[in-house]
């Protein structure tokens, strides 16, 4: 711990509130659809299977939240043995 | 007319069964008659906490279930007449409670009561939702800490959604009981300060109860903290609240437990 860190404690308060705010903005506007990830997957997943086997582990939901921006990123793999084209969607 | 007040709060560990008797015995001290109902089922702890463990031969869920009539369930506390316990099965899980059961021994309670508390157990789930169903006012019982508020939002998302008076278009009345509050260490920026939580959480406050010795040496010998050592400062705060809930105009303060006793007035109040 440095002298300073010694002499002035940083204040975490103020941490915990904005990461608080953060977080329940989001969770609130999900409010009654609460496993929107879980969702975006099955649906995903359906679409895909009507056209490609894929096998269910090989698609990647996944969410980074950002404070003004939030990126959502879906990788699915496609075998090429089935001889179809290989696409990765993001 | 009756009220049927819940306790409850997401999080455990956060205060519901001691904030439940706390404000329970204050109401009853002031004249009110007053019935506490342990809703956790499977691990009861208001019988503990009220020192009333000794004395429970049936529970809700033998009331639910027809074994035992409800004026044979309920158990009146030793200090304060008007003060009464239902407890919960210690022996059975949460699913034995019906919709319709908790329904009737709900209407029954308000039937000879003033005040019906309903002491939530943790978790969403169908104990703690059949504990707000029918609740005119909820307490919202908050540390301020992280997990405890992100759990308290989603718990004011039920009771918007969730309780009877809410489907049928009115709303419960919300307010927010902030525990284990220490007014020094929020000062110092180590603890989410009480405006914070107002801001973050935006249900008004009914009482700030501050960390406090008191509250355990209560539960260790088996009374509300209010009839245990009513100058404690955790016994001033939840009378306070207590009074605020009955509808009286109580000046927000943060009672302490110093030697020279002062109250710190506290202006503000959430919307």
Known sequence: ???????????????????????????????????LIGI???????????????????????MDRGQTVSTLAIDIEIPTSHGTLAATGS | MAKVLVVTSGKGGVGKTT???????????????????????GLRNLDLVLGAERRVVFDLVNVIQGVAKLPQALIRDKRLD????????????????TSNGVARVIAE????????????????????????????????????EVSSVRDSDRIIGLLDAKTEKAEKGGRVDKHLLITRFDAARA????MLNIDDVL????????GIVPESEEVLRASNVGSPVTLCNPASAAARAYCDAARRLAGENVPMTIPTDKKRLFTKLFGRRAA
């Open chain 1, 1 to 35: 711990m440095s002298l300073l860190a010694w002499i002035k404690p940083r204040a975490s308060a103020p941490v915990a509130r904005d990461r608080l705010k953060v977080l329940l903005a989001y969770e609130r506007t999900f409010r009654g659809q609460p496993d």
């Open chain 1, 40 to 62: 975006l997957r099955e649906e995903i997943m359906a679409v895909i299977c009507r056209h490609v086997a894929v096998p269910p582990d090989k698609v990647q939901v996944r």
């Open chain 2, 19 to 41: 904030s439940t008797a706390g404000l329970g015995a204050a109401l009853a001290q002031s004249g009110q008659t007053v019935v506490v109902v342990d809703f956790d089922v």
């Open chain 2, 82 to 97: 008007t003060l009464w316990l239902l407890p919960a099965s210690q022996t059975r899980d949460k699913d034995a409670l």
């Open chain 2, 109 to 144: 309670l308000k039937q000879k009561f003033d005040w019906v508390i309903c002491d939530s157990p943790a978790g969403i789930e169908r104990g703690a939702t059949l504990a707000m169903r029918h609740a005119d006012a909820a307490v919202i019982v908050t540390n301020p």
């Open chain 2, 187 to 190: 000062a110092r920026g180590e």
């Open chain 2, 199 to 206: 801001e973050i959480l935006s249900v008004p406050l009914v």
